[in-house]
């Protein structure tokens, strides 16, 4: 291999084939390392529960504007923020890469379609009232058809991926314990605060808590944010958010829902995620 030296200095030797062997197998074993660090399956998976989730929000969204109003959509609002920022931090555990690259540009349009179409009917289905009742599913199906199919997809490529090293699980530390109780808390006051009848003080403290909740997520760089607490979270943790939001929405939504069962059902979130903050979760340090 010919080479042009730098002026002024020596051209440098090339290196010996036992060398240039070196050199290609450290190349070979760092493209081999990154597979193991970037979990393409995992990140599948992900997109696909994120579409699923996507689809449920907007479905209690557009109810609870078109059926309720005042701060009830603003409890799924920020419920969905919630969620938003502990899923990054998984995605950001699998190893997420985001370049745009020429290559993506198929399936960013495929995915970008279906959104703006999503967009446009969720419009009508807000502001039209004679827009027929069968259309607020419009846009979950058009969220689960667009980025649930590019999930697919996406798990189908990484079929043949190595599997990643497999992970013990370890004790939550302090901090990502408190974290995950303060996503029950917030979940659970946004279940009472959101049962109960209209009025001054119950608007009032569902802003308070609404307030908090975006403290802290612009907090989330912290120790206690929801990037890292999401990172920290295994299957049990996740199972406890579904089924801690799914009991939310029904209490938000469901008409004459009393006071009681609201109160109940607030301290049943609660008390199920100071219960799974003892359960193992991720080592980080993987």
């Known amino acids: 291999m010919e080479q042009k030296p730098v002026q002024g200095h020596e051209a440098i030797a090339p290196p010996s084939a036992d060398i240039a062997q070196r050199y290609l197998d450290e190349a070979e074993a760092v493209v081999h390392r990154r597979g193991r660090v970037v979990d393409r399956r995992a990140l599948a998976w992900?997109?696909?529960?994120?579409?699923?989730?996507?689809?449920?929000?907007?479905v209690a969204l557009v109810t609870a504007i078109r059926g309720h109003g005042?701060?009830?959509?603003?409890?799924?609002?920020?419920?969905?923020?919630l969620w938003g920022q502990l899923s990054t931090g998984m995605a950001q555990r699998s190893g997420m890469?985001?370049?745009?690259?020429?290559?993506?540009?198929?399936?960013?349009?495929?995915?970008?379609?279906?959104?703006?179409?999503?967009l446009?009917?969720?419009?009508?289905?807000?502001?039209?009232?004679?827009?027929p009742a069968i259309g607020v599913w419009i846009p979950s199906v058009l969220v689960l058809v667009g980025f649930g199919g590019y999930g697919a997809v996406q798990l189908a490529r990484a079929s043949g991926d190595p599997r990643p090293p497999r992970s013990m699980p370890k004790p939550l530390p302090r901090a990502m314990r408190w974290g995950t109780i303060c996503v029950g808390v917030v979940l659970g006051a946004m279940a009472m605060l959101g049962s109960?009848?209209?009025?001054?003080?119950?608007?009032?403290?569902?802003l308070l808590v609404v307030l908090m909740a975006f403290v802290w997520l612009v907090a989330a760089r912290s120790e206690m944010g929801l990037p890292a607490v999401g990172a920290s979270w295994r299957w049990p943790h996740l199972l406890a958010f579904a089924a801690a939001a799914?009991?939310?929405?029904?209490?938000v939504l469901l008409d004459g829902v009393p006071i009681g069962l609201g109160f109940v059902g607030g301290l049943g979130i609660i008390a199920l995620f100071v219960a799974v903050s003892f359960v193992p979760g991720r080592d980080l340090r993987d």
């Open 46 to 58: 992900l997109q696909i529960a994120g579409a699923a989730v996507t689809a449920v929000y907007l």
């Open 70 to 81: 005042g701060l009830t959509p603003q409890i799924f609002v920020f419920s969905f923020l």
């Open 97 to 118: 890469q985001l370049r745009l690259t020429w290559s993506r540009w198929p399936a960013l349009l495929a995915v970008g379609v279906p959104a703006v179409a999503a």
């Open 120 to 131: 446009v009917v969720f419009g009508f289905a807000i502001f039209d009232p004679g827009f």
């Open 196 to 206: 109960a009848p209209d009025g001054v003080l119950a608007s009032t403290l569902l």
């Open 246 to 251: 799914g009991a939310m929405t029904v209490l």
